[in-house]
């Protein structure tokens, strides 16, 4: 079977202490984090968060490495079940996310990364707040071009990542 890794779900904003926990266990671990805006006081600040909340990676072989003590490990809850049974990653999937988080000096994913040409993406901030669009592509070091379709056209816009998160549907 070999080494896969495995979502190992959190308790709620305790994602760095499970980290920290499972690593001195001996547990191969990657916390996927991403350096995101965030509005306090009224203020946009450059913050550093998971990117998958309440989630992290283990890398291991079940049919060797004993999953058992993640569900007592402080801050984690255990491995993430679907039927029973610990599901892995699909192949690559963790691979990619730790390629991604090569490119930043700070460990973090890179956000034009996130987003391929074609994406679903939606507006959470500014006057286009709420409306869905197709990202295109980036246009520079903070920005996106993306296909919005208003009025029953698509136009072309420009705006800043900072206002874009992944479309729910």
Avoid at 56 to 65: K, P, Q, T
């Amino acid at each position: 079977m070999g080494k896969r890794w495995y979502p190992v779900h959190t308790k709620a904003r305790q994602e760095a202490v499970a980290e920290e926990n499972l690593c001195r266990q001996g547990y191969v671990v990657h916390l996927p984090r991403l350096r995101a805006p965030k509005r306090r006081r009224g203020r946009w600040r450059e913050v550093i968060e998971p990117l998958f909340p309440g989630y992290l990676f283990v890398e291991m072989d079940l049919a060797f490495d004993d999953p058992a003590p993640i569900r007592s490990t402080r801050g984690a809850t255990g491995l993430v079940r679907f039927g029973g049974y610990a599901r892995p990653m699909p192949t690559g999937a963790v691979e990619g996310l730790i390629a991604a988080a090569r490119c930043a000096d700070d460990g973090t994913v890179c956000r034009e990364q996130l987003f391929a040409a074609g994406d679903r993406v939606e507006i959470v901030d500014g006057p286009l707040a709420g409306l869905t669009a197709v990202f295109l592509a980036p246009t520079g070091e903070d920005r996106a071009r993306l296909l919005l379709e208003l009025l029953g056209r698509e136009h072309s816009v420009v705006l800043s990542r900072h206002q874009l998160v992944a479309a729910s549907h």
